[in-house]
Structures are given as structure tokens and as C-alpha cells.
T-cell receptor, first 112, second 113 residues
Framework: QKEVEQNSGPLSVPEGAIASLNCTYS??????FFWYRQYSGKSPELIMF????GDKEDGRFTAQLNKASQYVSLLIRDSQPSDSATYLC????????????FGSGTKLNVKP | EAQVTQNPRYLITVTGKKLTVTCSQN?????MSWYRQDPGLGLRQIYY???????DKGDVPEGYKVSRKEKRNFPLILESPSPNQTSLYFC????????????FGSGTRLTVV
């Protein structure tokens, strides 16, 4: 079983819609969760982190965390074609401060 | 500009020829890591360092070496590269505080023939 699971997609949404990206993790003790965006051929770019249950909003992005269900999600409101990228979920190990587990990513296509 | 700098961006080499990929960060970060990214497998950690002279293995350390003699530099060494080490490599760094994520370098695409 992988530490972090994501649907590989592609997830296609029309411009202006809400894109919902999901991630589950196996380590129940994990405390910190991160979302990265990676454009094709580029390096991952950190867009949000969350460590408390509930929602955290930053502009058009909302991260949601449910530790009981071991589930993290990222909502992108008013999706734009420039949001088309692969989104990586990362979970920081409870036991090793420096160990991050990454999902394989979900590819998002926003159609004009 | 705060950044992680890797070199080279692209490298083609032959099996068995030692190579080094350099990594440098200008953010005074304590933690540094090397990842490789392969299709379908995602990002996998090779080695990481918590500070100068402190390094440890990640999930896929076989065939790689690292050193951290200065806080800003964290080179990745392939003593005898093999074709299965063909991959996209990323260096990353982060502060020592708990809830900070990694900042990634631009990546090195390595091909071993």
C-alpha cells in the first residue's frame, strides 16, 4: 500500500468551474499536508499546506483536511486554463521530521 | 532571489562513468533532500540531510551518495551510473520549522546509456 494515494486523472473541467482534487494517506499519525503544482517539464511548486482539520483558504484555492478519514483535498474555484498542471499531495511523516511522502499526482485539464 | 540551483539541467552519460549533480540553496535552510521522479512512481526520496555533516537514506538510496560539507550545498554523486538511474532528479530544501514544505530546484534530467 502506498503512503499517499491520488487518482492519476486526467481530471477535465471547463473554465470557471470548481476543480476538486483528492488525496488519501495511510499514516494516521501524520500531521502536516502539502499541495504542490507541477507544470509539465517543471519542478513542483508549493501552493498550500494544512495541518488542522477543516478548511484553509488562499485566494482561489481551498485545502480541506479530515484526519479521521485520512483524507486531504484541494478545491480550485473559478478554474483557469493556466491551472492545467499535475497536482501533487505530500504528507510529512510523524516519525521523521524530514521525510515527506508524495503521491503520484493528479493531472488537471481546464478547458477554455 | 531565493532559490535552489541545480546543475546541470540535462546530462547524458554512459554506464559506469562517475558523475556529480550539484545543488545549492541561498535560503539558509537546514534541511535538504534529493528526489527522483519517474512516471507512475511519483517523487521518491533518495537521501536527505538535516544539517552540515548529517545525512540519512531515503527510500531509494542504492547507487547514490551525498555529502553536506557546507549548509548551502548538497551534491548528489553517482559513482557507477546504470541505465535504471535514468530519471528526473530534484534537489529541494526547507527550513527546520515543522510546517514548512520543500522548495524544489529546476531539476536535472539524467539519461544513462
Amino acid at each position: 500500500q502506498k503512503e499517499v494515494e491520488q487518482n492519476s486523472g486526467p481530471l477535465s473541467v471547463p473554465e470557471g468551474a470548481i476543480a476538486s482534487l483528492n488525496c488519501t494517506y495511510s499514516d494516521r499519525g501524520s500531521q502536516s499536508f502539502f499541495w504542490y503544482r507541477q507544470y509539465s517539464g517543471k519542478s513542483p511548486e508549493l501552493i498550500m499546506f494544512i495541518y488542522s482539520n477543516g478548511d484553509k483558504e488562499d485566494g482561489r484555492f481551498t485545502a480541506q483536511l479530515n484526519k479521521a478519514s485520512q483524507y486531504v483535498s484541494l478545491l480550485i474555484r473559478d478554474s483557469q486554463p493556466s491551472d492545467s498542471a499535475t497536482y501533487l499531495c505530500a504528507v510529512k511523516s510523524e516519525y521523521n521530521f524530514n521525510k515527506f511522502y508524495f503521491g503520484s499526482g493528479t493531472k488537471l485539464n481546464v478547458k477554455p | 532571489e531565493a532559490q535552489v540551483t541545480q546543475n546541470p539541467r540535462y546530462l547524458i552519460t554512459v554506464t559506469g562513468k562517475k558523475l556529480t549533480v550539484t545543488c545549492s540553496q541561498n535560503m539558509n535552510h537546514e534541511y535538504m533532500s534529493w528526489y527522483r521522479q519517474d512516471p507512475g512512481l511519483g517523487l521518491r526520496q533518495i537521501y536527505y540531510s538535516m544539517n552540515v555533516e548529517v545525512t540519512d537514506k531515503g527510500d531509494v538510496p542504492e547507487g547514490y551518495k551525498v555529502s553536506r560539507k557546507e549548509k548551502r550545498n548538497f551534491p548528489l554523486i553517482l559513482e557507477s551510473p546504470s541505465p535504471n538511474q535514468t530519471s528526473l532528479y530534484f534537489c529541494a530544501s526547507r527550513p527546520g520549522q515543522e510546517n514548512y514544505g520543500y522548495t524544489f530546484g529546476s531539476g536535472t534530467r539524467l539519461t544513462v546509456v
